[in-house]
T-cell receptor, first 110, second 116 residues
Framework: GQNIDQPTEMTATEGAIVQINCTYQ??????LFWYQQHAGEAPTFLSY????GLEEKGRFSSFLSRSKGYSYLLLKELQMKDSASYLC???????????FGKGTRLSVIA | DVKVTQSSRYLVKRTGEKVFLECVQD?????MFWYRQDPGLGLRLIYF???????EKGDIPEGYSVSREKKERFSLILESASTNQTSMYLC???????????????FGEGSWLTVV
């Protein structure tokens, strides 16, 4: 099966920049998703990358390298409300469901 | 906006009871999914469906069944609830096909089930 790996926990300071990495298996890979999930709530869609490079969306950016099987989510100007879990998910060919990583719990501290 | 609605937010059931979790989506999505989420284990796929009356097993189908009689509705059934099924259950839906449109899934708010 396809494995999605990401760090379990990260801590960063309010106002700083944090990068959350994700690695995935490249065989049959179609695209890479990032979701945000606040405690006790459902995951919400953040970004989708299918081509190599950086996609910027306000304070959040997502990067993909298809050849390396690597992605990261970059959060700038961190705010306390960014404390959440960030889920990396890979889309694969064959009309199969997304494969989710276990999520990275980010704590933003003052 | 996509709306995925789960009928019950919080439930407490007894061991051995039959439990129904209902999910309805209003975006005419072909695909629907049931996940459970537990600390340290992430999201795990229980069952999914790509069409009415169609179902496929996910990674952890044991102890669960599903029903999809109408396109907009996907039900998760616990035939005989056990304490190890205490969890948060998330329903999700998406369009069919590849790429962003087909793969972006939208989640319901979640159902917290406690089996005592």
């Amino acid at each position: 099966g396809q494995n999605i790996d990401q760090p379990t926990e990260m801590t960063a300071t309010e106002g700083a920049i944090v990068q959350i990495n994700c690695t995935y298996q490249t065989s049959g890979f179609n695209g890479l998703f990032w979701y945000q999930q606040h405690a006790g709530e459902a995951p919400t869609f953040l970004s989708y990358n299918v081509l190599d490079g950086l996609e910027e969306k306000g304070r959040f950016s997502s990067f993909l390298s298809r050849s390396k099987g690597y992605s990261y989510l970059l959060l700038k100007e961190l705010q306390m409300k960014d404390s959440a879990s960030y889920l990396c998910a890979g889309g694969y060919s064959g009309n199969t469901p997304l494969v989710f990583g276990k999520g990275t719990r980010l704590s933003v501290i003052a | 906006d996509v709306k995925v609605t789960q009928s019950s937010r919080y439930l407490v059931k007894r061991t051995g009871e039959k439990v129904f979790l209902e999910c309805v989506q209003d975006m005419d999505h072909e695909n629907m999914f049931w996940y459970r989420q537990d600390p340290g284990l992430g999201l795990r796929l229980i069952y999914f469906s790509y069409d009415v009356k169609m179902k496929e097993k996910g990674d952890i189908p044991e102890g669960y069944s599903v029903s999809r009689e109408k396109k907009e509705r996907f039900s998760l059934i616990l035939e005989s609830a056990s304490t190890n099924q205490t969890s948060m259950y998330l329903c999700a839906s998406s369009f069919s096909g590849q790429g962003a449109r087909g793969n972006t899934i939208y989640f319901g708010e979640g159902s917290w089930l406690t089996v005592v």
